[in-house]
C-alpha cells in the first residue's frame, strides 16, 4: 500500500499508512505538535521535510549554502513495534538536480524514545551536499520500504481502524522541491 498523508494528526481517514511516519521534528503523527520549527543548520540551511510537505512540496533557500535536509521519524504505540519498524526498514534519500545522489539512511535511525504516549525513532539531519545558486533547485525524496508488513497501532486502539491495527508495507516515495531564491 503506498501512503500519501501528510502531517496528520493519526485520526480520520486520511490518518492510515504514513500517520506512522512522523515528519516534524519527528513524523506524522500525533508528534507534530512536538517538534520544533527547523532552523538553520549549523554550516547552512536546514530544510524541514514536514515545513516543506505542508508548504505544497516545495521550500525556499538561500543561494550559496549547503543544504541539510531534515525532520522525519516514526512514532508507534509500543516500544516493541518501533523496534520492529527498525528491523524491517530501508530508507532512501535521493537528492535529483543534473545528477542524482541516492543516502542509504537505513541503519542511521536513533533507538525508540518515549514521548507522550508513542514511541518515537528519529533519522539524524542529512547534509546533501549541495549548495544552489539563485533559481537553481533539487527534488528531494525519502522512500521507505519494509521487509515485511508492519502493524499500525496507536493507543487507544479503537475499532475504527484509524489508530489501527494495520498492516503497512511501504512509506512514500514523498517529495520535497527545495529552490534557491
Same mark, same amino acid.
Given at each position: ?18 500517520? !506512522? +511516519? ?11 505538535? !512536538? ?9 547552512? @540551511?536546514?530544510?524541514? *521535510?514536514?515545513?516543506? $510537505? ?9 543561494? %550559496? ?5 531534515? %525532520?522525519? %521519524?516514526?512514532?508507534?504505540?509500543? /516500544?516493541?513495534?518501533?523496534?520492529? *519498524?527498525? +528491523?524491517? @526498514? ?17 541503519? @542511521? ?5 518515549? $514521548?507522550?504516549?508513542?514511541? =518515537? ?16 533547485? *533539487?527534488?528531494?525524496? /525519502?522512500?521507505?520500504?519494509? !521487509?515485511?508488513? $508492519?502493524? =499500525? ?7 475504527? %481502524? ?8 511501504? @512509506?512514500?516515495? $514523498? ?7
Amino acid at each position: 500500500m503506498k501512503s500519501r498523508i501528510f502531517c496528520s494528526q493519526g485520526r480520520g481517514p486520511r490518518a492510515r499508512g504514513l500517520s !506512522a +511516519l512522523v515528519m516534524c521534528g519527528v513524523s506524522l503523527v500525533a508528534l507534530t505538535t !512536538a517538534a520544533a520549527a527547523p532552523a538553520a543548520a549549523s554550516n547552512g @540551511e536546514l530544510v524541514g *521535510f514536514r515545513d516543506c $510537505l505542508v508548504n505544497g512540496g516545495t521550500f525556499s533557500v538561500p543561494s %550559496g549554502v549547503p543544504i541539510t535536509i531534515g %525532520g522525519i %521519524g516514526f512514532g508507534q504505540g509500543t /516500544y516493541g513495534v518501533a523496534v520492529d *519498524f527498525l +528491523l524491517k @526498514e530501508r530508507t532512501t534519500l535521493t537528492i535529483s538536480n543534473s545528477t542524482s545522489s541516492v543516502f542509504d539512511l537505513s541503519h @542511521e535511525w536513533a533507538t525508540p524514545q518515549r $514521548l507522550d504516549n508513542l514511541w =518515537v525513532t528519529r533519522l539524524p539531519d542529512t547534509d546533501v551536499g549541495v549548495i544552489l545558486q539563485p533559481g537553481e533547485s *533539487f527534488l528531494a525524496t /525519502y522512500d521507505i520500504t519494509l !521487509a515485511r508488513p $508492519l502493524l =499500525v497501532a496507536y493507543p487507544p486502539v479503537k475499532s475504527s %481502524g484509524y489508530n489501527g491495527p494495520y498492516l503497512i508495507t511501504e @512509506e512514500g516515495p $514523498l517529495s520535497c522541491q527545495v529552490i534557491a531564491s
